[in-house]
């Protein structure tokens, strides 16, 4: 493997490592959606704000968010268009299910294929 694809490689795998914490993932589902301020955040996901802090932190370390202040209030927002096309996939898949595709039919196609 040449040095670029090392790093393409290690920024996927940090990407997945901050994706494999529920809380995270569900911070990022919710910002698919479009810019949250932090009480409204902590209120979605049910965490205090102390918590919610530091999963956002390391999603802001990771580059996946951004923030934006206005006044008192801070904003969180997906960082970039890369970040939202994978949580646009994520959330098709997991964060979201439509009634074309609920999360039962993905548990009974994956013990399908596993079998």
Known sequence: MNELDRS????????????ANERRLSIL????????????LAD?????????SQ???RLRAE??????RDGLTIFYRLASAEAA???????GLYCD???ENPPS???????????
Do not use: M
Not at 45 to 52: F, I
């Open 8 to 19: 393409h490689v290690s920024s996927a795998a940090r990407l997945l490592r901050a994706l």
């Open 29 to 40: 589902c919710l910002l698919g959606r479009g810019e949250l301020c932090v009480g409204d």
């Open 44 to 52: 979605a996901v049910g965490l205090s704000q102390s918590a919610l």
């Open 55 to 57: 999963h956002l932190a």
């Open 63 to 68: 580059g996946l968010v951004r923030t934006r």
């Open 85 to 91: 096309a994978v949580i646009e996939v994520l959330a």
């Open 97 to 99: 299910p439509s009634p």
């Open 105 to 115: 039919s993905n548990q009974s196609l994956h013990r399908e294929t596993s079998t």
